[in-house]
């Protein structure tokens, strides 16, 4: 008897793969990415910023479905979610329900972070925006500067 992985009346058929089961990976099994908070209506998307009065910072990210380099900032964002010490979320701006939060947050391109923080009496600001897939490093290092030293208002006046 011939093994079936090799030639077959002059074809070539394949080795049967081995599979993983899907479920073992976060994001194929529905489960949100590790270290970062997917959100999905406007009310969450305004208490994700809220969460700046609790944490030292808080970070939302804006990306759009289908939009590769999005995608590879979010590998990075990961990143930057798992070292520093906040709250970060993710927003997908093509969502119907996000649309108009988003446009009123000012959103005009993706892939792009927020950073919130909040002053001494709990109010909370937009202290950065950073803009561009590899912008990455600038969010690392704001965030890193705000959860080291705490936020100071004056630290991102224009000049």
């Not at 808080?58 to 990306?63: E, K």
């Not at 705000?146 to 208002?153: L, S, Y």
């Amino acid at each position: 008897m011939k093994d079936p992985c090799f030639a077959v009346a002059g074809a070539i058929t394949a080795r049967p793969r081995a599979t993983r089961p899907r479920a073992t990976c976060p994001r194929m099994s529905g489960e949100s990415r590790v270290g970062v908070v997917e959100v999905h209506s406007a009310a969450a998307l305004q208490a994700s910023v809220s969460r700046a009065a609790e944490v030292p910072v808080a970070v939302v990210g804006f990306t759009q479905a289908g939009c590769r380099a999005c995608a590879y900032a979010k590998r990075a964002y990961d990143r930057v979610a798992r070292d520093a010490d906040g709250a970060f979320f993710s927003v997908d701006v093509s969502a119907p329900a996000l649309r108009d939060a988003c446009r009123a947050m000012d959103v005009r391109a993706v892939p792009s972070w927020g950073i919130f923080a909040a002053d001494g009496n709990g109010e909370v600001f937009e202290v950065h925006r950073v803009v561009g897939p590899r912008a990455v490093r600038e969010l690392d290092e704001v965030v890193q500067e705000i959860v080291d030293n705490g936020f100071d208002p004056d630290m991102f006046e224009e000049a």
